[in-house]
C-alpha cells in the first residue's frame, strides 16, 4: 500500500475499495480519520474453551474436528464442532439456505475463529449462528462496531487494523502539558487502545482522551466566538422614561382587557425585576450585550423586551425585534401599536408577505431613521435592510433560529446589543454549551395565575365526549384551538387531512359558530385576518396547523385540542399547551390520540397530563430523544460531536470549558510556543467556521 494519511479516503485501504466504500460512507465514514474515531460500541474478549461461561460473548480460535448436517422439521442443521486443545465446542447454524452453505464450508482440521454468545445445547457449550472469521484477527481483545447492513463486524476491524499499522506518523493534537496533567494516552497510542487494547481498562483512558479532546476544541471555538464578541458597544443611559410610560399605561389596560387577578394591580414578577435589572446593566454598561433571557412559556418574557427596548428608544437608538413566523411578529406588533404610538414611538412590521412596494417604503424609513422599532421576522436579515442607528437587537423564541442566523445578524451591527429569548428550558450543563456564546438570565418564576390548566389525553373513539367539552366552553363565550400535525415529509396529505376535517367541523359539529382555518401555506395577509378576528372573538373555534406553536397568546382562548398528538414532540406539545392558561379561568387542553401507538409516544403523552413544569419536560425530553438533536448542526449550528456525549458527562464538558476559556484567556491569539498544536489542529479542525467568528 502506499503512503496514507488521516485525510485519505477509505476506499483505498486494503479490502475496502469502491463497493465497501459506500457502505461506510453511509455511516458517515468517509477518510481514515473517520474510521479511527468509529468508537467501539463495545469489547469481546478472545477466550480458551474451557474459560467461557454461559451467556457471555466470546471469541474463540479453534480447528474443526467434525462437520455433520442434520436434516429437522425446522429445516437443515449444519453443526461444527471446534477444539482449541483446552476443551470442545459447537457451532450451529439453522436454515441453512444454499448462499449460506456455499459460504459455510469446514474443512477438517482447518483453523477458525468464531465469535458468539455461549449457550448450552445437546452438544455441550454451543454458539449459535456465530460469525465465522477465518483469516483471524490477532487481537486479545476486540472492538465490537455499531454495523450497517451488508457490512461486517471483521470489515470493519480489518479496515481499521490495516489503517492503523499503514500510517507511517499520527500527528500529535493535545499539547503535552495537557496530556501530562491528565495522563491522556499519546494519540497514536490512544487510537490503538481504542479499537485493540491490550488490556481492557486501556480503552476507558483512550476513550476519556478523545472525549476530552472534543469537548475541549468544541469549547474554544466558543471560548473565541464569544471573545470576539465582547466589543465596546453603546452605554444606554440610565432608566427609561418610555418604559415607565409604557408600563403605566399597559398595566392599568390589562386590568380591563382580561382582569386576571380581579381587580389587583399588575405587577413583575420578582424573577421579571431580577432579570430585567440584569439587562439595564449591561445595556447601561459599555460593553455590547450578548444575553440569553430564558423562560418557561407564559412566564412573560414579552414584557422583559419591551420595557427593554424601550430604554434603547430612550437613547435614541433603533430597535429591531425579530420573530420566528409571521403570525408571531404580528402579535408582537400588534401589541405594540396599541401603545408605542401613544408614547411617541414610531413602530414598523417588516416580513415577507407584505407588497414590494410597501417593503421598499419601509426599508427606507428605517435607512432614514423615521422609525425607532422594527418588528419583523427574518426579513430583517435581508442584504438591503440599513438601519440608520440600530443599538438593540431582540430575537424570540431563539430555538427556531440557529446560531449562523444569529451570528450573521450580529454581523450586521456589530456593536448592538442583543437580547435573544427562548422557552426552551435546557438544562444548564447543556445551554453553557449551545448558547456558549451567551450570558443567560432565567425567569424562573411564573405570573401568579388563578386558572389552572387541565391536561387530558383521550383516544379517537371518545371524540364526540371532547366536542361537547368544547361546546361547554364555547357557551361559556370562550374560545377553542383545534390542532392538526403537519409532518414534513408528508405534508400535502396532512394539510389534505386538516382540510377535510376542518369542513366537517364546520358543517356538522360546530355548525352554530363561526370556524376557521389557518395553516403555514396561506398567504401572510390571509393569516394576519384569520389571527386577528380569533383574537376579537370573532372567530370561536380556530383549527390550525402548528404555526400556532410559537407565543401565540389569546387570553379568552381556553381549550386547546390536539389531534394525532402521538406525532407531536413533547417540547412541541408543551409550546402548543403553552397558549392557554393566560386568564382566570380553567382551561383544557385535551390531546386526543389513537390506540395504536409507541410505547415512547404513550410515555410522551403520559409526562404531559402530569407535567407542567418546562424545565422537568426539557429533561424528559432530553432523555427521550437523546443529546444529538441538541447538537445536529440544523438546530445549535455547532459543529457535531462523533465521540462525546455531554449530558451524560458533564464532568468533562465543564473540565474542557474551563481549559479553553482559561487558555483564550491568557493566550487569545494562541501565540505561545506550548499552544502550537492547539493553534494548528484548531485551525485545520474549524477552518470552515472561523468566518462566523469574524463575523461575530
Ligand atoms: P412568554 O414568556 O411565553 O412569551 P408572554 O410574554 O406572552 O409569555 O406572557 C404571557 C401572558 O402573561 C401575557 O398575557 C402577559 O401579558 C401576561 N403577564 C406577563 N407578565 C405578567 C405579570 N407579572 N403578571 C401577570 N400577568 C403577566
Ligand atoms: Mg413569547
Request: overall charge positive.
Amino acid at each position: 500500500m502506499s503512503f496514507i494519511s488521516l485525510d485519505t479516503d477509505v476506499q483505498y485501504l486494503k479490502g475496502v475499495g469502491p463497493w465497501r466504500k459506500k457502505l461506510f460512507n453511509k455511516m458517515e465514514i468517509y477518510t481514515i480519520e473517520d474510521l479511527l474515531f468509529l468508537v467501539p460500541r463495545r469489547y469481546i474478549m478472545k477466550k480458551r474453551i474451557k474459560d467461557l461461561k454461559l451467556d457471555e460473548e466470546a471469541k474463540v480460535n479453534g480447528r474443526v474436528i467434525g462437520v455433520s448436517t442434520r436434516r429437522t422439521f425446522k429445516g437443515n442443521i449444519l453443526e461444527v464442532i471446534i477444539s482449541d486443545g483446552t476443551g470442545n465446542l459447537a457451532l450451529a447454524f439453522y436454515n441453512l439456505t444454499p448462499a449460506l452453505k456455499r459460504r459455510l464450508k469446514f474443512e477438517w482440521g482447518e483453523e477458525v475463529g468464531a465469535e458468539g454468545k455461549v449457550t448450552l445445547t445437546k452438544n455441550g457449550l454451543s454458539f449459535i449462528h456465530p460469525s465465522i472469521d477465518r483469516q483471524g484477527i490477532d487481537s486479545k481483545i476486540l472492538p465490537v462496531y455499531p454495523l450497517t447492513e451488508y457490512l461486517h463486524q471483521n470489515d470493519i476491524r480489518k479496515a481499521v487494523k490495516n489503517a492503523i499499522s499503514n500510517l507511517e506518523s499520527i500527528e500529535e493534537t493535545l499539547p503535552s502539558y495537557i496530556i501530562e496533567q491528565e495522563k491522556f494516552p499519546a494519540k497514536r497510542e490512544g487510537i490503538e487502545n481504542l479499537h485493540f487494547p491490550q488490556e481492557f481498562h486501556y480503552t476507558i483512558k483512550a476513550k476519556q482522551r478523545f472525549e476530552f479532546e472534543e469537548l475541549f476544541y468544541l469549547e474554544l471555538l466558543i471560548a473565541l466566538q464569544k471573545r470576539r464578541a465582547r466589543k465596546k458597544g453603546i452605554g444606554f443611559k440610565k432608566g427609561s422614561s418610555l418604559a415607565r410610560k409604557f408600563f403605566d399605561a399597559f398595566t392599568k389596560d390589562f386590568q380591563v382587557r382580561d382582569n386576571p387577578l380581579q381587580g389587583e394591580p399588575f405587577e413583575l414578577t420578582k424573577a421579571q425585576i431580577r432579570v430585567l435589572t440584569e439587562i439595564y446593566r449591561d445595556m447601561e454598561s459599555s460593553y455590547t450585550m450578548h444575553r440569553l433571557l430564558q423562560g418557561d412559556v407564559g412566564s412573560g418574557k414579552t414584557i422583559v423586551a419591551v420595557l427593554s427596548m424601550l430604554k434603547a428608544v430612550d437613547s435614541n437608538y433603533q430597535v429591531a425585534f425579530m420573530a420566528p413566523t409571521e403570525i408571531l411578529a404580528e402579535q408582537h406588533y400588534l401589541l405594540l401599536k396599541g401603545y408605542l404610538p401613544k408614547i411617541g414611538v414610531r413602530l414598523k412590521l417588516l416580513i415577507g408577505s407584505l407588497k414590494p412596494n410597501e417593503k421598499r417604503e419601509i426599508k427606507k424609513e428605517i435607512e432614514n431613521g423615521e422609525c425607532d422599532v422594527i418588528v419583523g421576522t427574518h426579513a430583517l436579515l435581508e442584504e438591503d435592510v440599513k438601519f440608520k442607528n440600530l443599538g438593540f437587537i431582540i430575537i424570540d423564541e431563539q430555538h427556531k433560529f440557529g446560531v449562523m442566523q444569529r451570528l450573521r445578524l450580529r454581523g450586521k451591527s456589530p456593536n448592538c446589543d442583543f437580547l435573544i429569548m427562548t422557552a426552551t428550558p435546557i438544562p444548564r450543563s447543556l445551554s453553557l454549551t449551545i448558547y456558549g456564546d451567551l450570558d443567560v438570565s432565567v425567569i424562573d418564576e411564573m405570573p401568579p395565575q388563578t386558572g389552572k390548566i387541565i391536561t387530558k389525553w383521550i383516544g379517537e373513539r371518545d371524540i364526540t365526549k371532547v366536542w361537547e367539552l368544547v361546546k361547554d366552553e364555547l357557551n361559556k363565550e370562550r374560545q377553542c384551538y383545534i390542532v392538526y400535525p403537519l409532518i414534513e415529509e408528508s405534508e400535502k396529505l396532512d394539510l389534505k387531512a386538516a382540510e377535510n376535517e376542518y369542513e366537517l367541523l364546520r358543517k356538522s359539529t360546530f355548525k352554530d359558530y363561526k370556524v376557521a382555518l389557518i395553516h403555514g401555506r396561506m398567504k401572510g395577509k390571509e393569516k394576519e385576518k384569520v389571527m386577528s378576528n380569533f383574537r376579537k372573538g370573532k372567530i370561536r373555534v380556530l383549527v390550525a396547523t402548528t404555526v400556532i406553536e410559537v407565543g401565540v397568546d389569546v387570553p379568552n382562548a381556553t381549550c386547546m385540542v390536539i389531534e394525532h398528538s402521538e406525532r407531536f414532540g413533547l417540547a412541541e406539545l408543551h409550546q402548543l399547551r403553552g397558549r392557554l392558561r393566560r386568564g382566570k379561568d380553567q382551561s383544557y387542553c385535551i390531546l386526543v390520540s389513537g390506540y395504536k401507538i409507541s410505547d415512547i409516544a404513550r410515555e410522551r403523552l403520559l409526562v404531559l397530563t402530569k407535567e407542567t413544569d418546562g424545565f422537568k419536560i426539557a429533561e424528559k425530553d432530553l432523555q427521550f430523544r437523546g443529546p444529538g438533536e441538541f447538537f445536529g448542526t440544523k438546530q445549535s449550528g455547532l459543529p457535531e460531536l462523533k465521540i462525546a456525549d455531554p449530558i451524560s458527562n458533564i464532568k468533562a464538558l465543564t473540565k474542557a470549558r474551563n481549559l479553553a476559556f482559561r487558555i483564550i484567556d491568557e493566550d487569545p491569539s494562541l501565540k505561545k510556543d506550548e499552544n502550537k498544536i492547539i493553534k494548528d489542529t484548531f485551525f485545520r479542525k474549524y477552518r470552515d467556521k472561523l468566518s462566523l467568528i469574524s463575523a461575530g
